[in-house]
Nanobody, 127 residues
Framework: QVLLVESGGGSVQAGGSLRLSCAVSGYTYSSNYMGWFRQAPGKEREGVATIPTRGGTTYYADSVKGRFTISQDNAKNTVYLQMNSLKPEDTAMYYC????????????????????WGQGTQVTVSS
């Protein structure tokens, strides 16, 4: 079983930056993709970025391309989401998730393809 714990959320003004961390523990060999997702009040959960755990292409939502960067430190079993040039519309609960499947590009950011989730960390961006 894989356990995910997010941290690094907080409140920031528009234009600012935050770095989210996702500590991964347990049977990490079962994870093929690690993704970041977000959910704002009244909205569906959406994929933000994902990275294959054994190397390969990262994928981003169009809304965050050029501003957010996903990375991983295998020695620390941690996945990061560097968020720059934050906007008020980035305000949401951010979740880290793991997928046991190999995901083609067109579903790599689909929440139902991820089977293990963290508890989330809140990001609030004020204008």
């Amino acid at each position: 079983q894989v356990l995910l714990v997010e941290s690094g959320g907080g409140s920031v003004q528009a234009g600012g930056s935050l770095r989210l961390s996702c500590a991964v523990s347990g049977y990490t060999y079962s994870s093929n993709y690690m993704g970041w997702f977000r959910q704002a009040p009244g909205k569906e959960r959406e994929g933000v970025a994902t990275i294959p755990t054994r190397g390969g292409t990262t994928y981003y939502a169009d809304s965050v391309k050029g501003r957010f960067t996903i990375s991983q430190d295998n020695a620390k079993n941690t996945v990061y989401l560097q968020m720059n040039s934050l906007k008020p519309e980035d305000t949401a609960m951010y979740y880290c998730a793991s997928s046991s499947w190999w995901l083609p590009q067109h579903v790599a950011l689909d929440p139902p393809k991820y089977n293990i989730w963290g508890q989330g960390t809140q990001v609030t961006v004020s204008s």
